[in-house]
């Protein structure tokens, strides 16, 4: 098979620095293995999504040149799907039901990714007077290895550094870790090119691959902006959105972010055709965060 990569944010607002970051090292390497490019928009959370976000994006990416291949995927319109798999793990003895609230949990300690380790309560059953609210994915204590492109080898256990996680949630919305697996495997995702404030949930998603019968793509996982604070570059934290009429000057920035600093001289319309031609992930930075430039995504006069 081909390379096949793909794009996947969420609609919560439009693309900024960071965002910019992960896309166009997706593109980059995908094109500069002639594969396919395909674009996902990870709209489970619906709580979360800005009205007309999604949109914006598409035109962002269109203004600066990032062209994808084939239909946006649309995971809130893929619940069947997502279904079928919990599903299947159910068959085959792999999930089960917990009724424990985050409060209840509050006291174990903290994961990997900050959140609390899972301490099993409702793994045997239900306990009195609980109902269920979400479904757990049952872990195991042996060690999942991958070669990040980037950051290199990784070794996680997933129950000692996450404990069982939930793919149901007690909203009824399933979880990133689910469709994020049945999305890569439907779309023939051979390569994910992504931020690093991701690679701690490879793990788990190479154990759901595994559980059920699907291939494991390739990771790499590129340095995620951070602000002068080393809080993740986001709508939050004040990130302003990429300025399609200075897209030049992002694009610029962002190859000098991930390694590959342009001719200072190169015209806007030349930089796509510069990179594809220089690409070469081993330059990017072998680092989970990095600063990123004082004046990125601001709007230029």
Sequence with gaps: MGYVGRFAP???????????????????DARAAGGRWLLRMEDLDKPREQPGAADTILRQLESLGLSWDGPVMVQSRRDARYRAALQRLAREGMTYACGCTRREIADSALGIDG???YPGTCRQGLPPGKVARAIR???????????????????????????????????GLF????????DDADQGITDVVRGADLIDSTARQILLQRQLGLATPRYAH?????????????????????????GGVAIARALLFLGHPPPADLPPRELLSWALAHWDIRRVPRARALPAPTDAGVRHP
Excluded: M, N
């Design 10 to 28: 969420s609609p919560t607002g439009p693309l900024h620095f960071g965002s910019l970051v992960a896309a166009l090292a997706s593109w980059l």
């Design 115 to 117: 959140a609390h380790i």
């Design 137 to 171: 994915v049952r872990t195991t204590p042996q060690p999942i290895g991958f070669l990040d492109r980037v950051q290199g080898e990784c070794l996680q256990s997933v129950e000692h550094a996450v404990g069982d996680f939930v793919i149901l949630r007690a909203d």
């Design 175 to 182: 979880a990133y870790q689910l469709a994020v697996v049945i």
């Design 222 to 246: 590129v340095p995620v902006a951070v602000t002068a604070g080393g809080e993740k570059l986001s709508k939050q934290s004040g990130a302003a959105p990429i300025d399609a009429a200075h």
